[in-house]
């Protein structure tokens, strides 16, 4: 099995890389300057010449409020890149993985958390990006395996814990919304699940989350507790910061149906934290 994977920089693409790497694996982790998911005659020649089984796309432009002020730039990158994913992997009859997002979902579900069966309603560019990108994937001839995924988090900068970190080194009040609620997931928890989900053969659409669900306060008290870093934190509501970008309130989604047919329990959002502590500062 050869795998081939899109967005080799970003945190996501890195756990993949270690995973596989662990496995034994054959796969290619192309710098953007040879694989360019928007450029259709990139991807071709690297799925001729390098010719694999699985597409993993981890490319992805997730700068929500930036992607108010430059659309053609998110929709590029989140909406018709995995359609040209979806394409060359046709054509090669190769499967293709992609990720998409909470934030596909607009938060005004209260019965529940979301699963796949409810119906999105973007209320951000980068939601409707998103969006685009996973039917654009979905509605392809070719073979797909696409997961929605929240509140991502792993090694890099960017991503909550990071920016929490850089936050408390230059204040003493740390404003947090606590009224906006999804679900932190560890990028290894995804890469874990996604390859058993290929291991199972699984295909279509699915959520794929960390067990449970928290608001942004919450999670960042964890963090704060992990760290060992000692600031104040105010909870505050999340319209208190004026963003660009609309956001949904709620957002936290159900990984029942995956979990399901992988027969197995996905570790909650706690432990994906304390996990990733551990892994990042191991003596300390």
């Given at each position: 099995?050869k795998?081939l ?6 945190q ?6 270690r995973?596989?790497?662990e496995?034994?694996?054959?796969f290619?982790a ?18 001729e010449?390098?010719g694999p ?8 432009y ?9 659309p ?10 995995p359609?040209l ?5 046709g ?6 993985v ?27 560019r ?9 039917r654009?994937?979905l509605?392809?001839a ?5 997961f929605?995924v ?14 929490l970190?850089g936050?408390?080194?230059k ?8 009224n906006?609620?999804?679900v932190?997931?560890y990028?290894?928890t ?6 058993m989900?290929?291991d ?5 659409l699915y959520?794929?989350?960390?067990s449970?669900?928290?608001?942004r ?10 760290s060992?870093?000692?600031?104040a ?12 970008a ?5 957002s ?14 996905i570790?909650?959002?706690?432990e ?7 892994e990042?500062f191991?003596?300390?």
């Amino acid at each position: 099995m050869k795998y081939l994977i899109a967005g080799k920089n970003g945190q996501l693409a890195k756990a993949f890389i270690r995973r596989l790497g662990e496995r034994g694996a054959d796969f290619l982790a192309p710098e953007k300057a040879d694989l360019d998911i928007t450029d259709p005659q990139k991807i071709r020649s690297i799925c001729e010449s390098y010719g694999p089984d699985v597409i993993i796309n981890c490319a992805a432009y997730n700068l929500v409020d930036k992607a108010e002020e430059e659309p053609g730039n998110a929709f590029a990158v989140n909406a018709s890149g995995p359609a040209l994913l979806a394409d060359a992997a046709g054509e090669h009859k190769a499967l293709l993985v992609h990720f998409s997002s909470d934030y596909v979902f607009d938060g005004k579900k209260s019965d529940g958390l979301y699963t796949e069966a409810d119906v999105p309603n973007p209320l951000n560019r980068y939601g409707k990006s998103k969006l685009d990108g996973e039917r654009a994937v979905l509605e392809s001839a070719g073979r797909s395996l696409v997961f929605r995924v929240s509140w991502v988090f792993g090694e890099g900068k960017q991503n909550f814990i990071s920016k929490l970190i850089g936050w408390s080194e230059k204040s003493d009040v740390l404003q947090i919304a606590d009224n906006e609620i999804s679900v932190p997931t560890y990028t290894y928890t995804i890469a874990d699940t996604t390859l058993m989900a290929l291991d199972h053969d699984l295909r279509g659409l699915y959520h794929l989350t960390s067990s449970g669900s928290c608001s942004r306060f919450e999670w960042a008290a964890l963090v704060m507790k992990m760290s060992g870093i000692k600031k104040a934190m105010r909870p505050v509501p999340m319209q208190t910061f004026k963003l660009p970008a609309e956001r949904p309130g709620f957002s936290a989604m159900s990984n029942e149906r995956l979990s399901r047919e992988l027969k197995v329990k996905i570790p909650g959002w706690e432990e994906g934290v304390k996990l990733f502590f551990k892994e990042t500062f191991p003596h300390e």
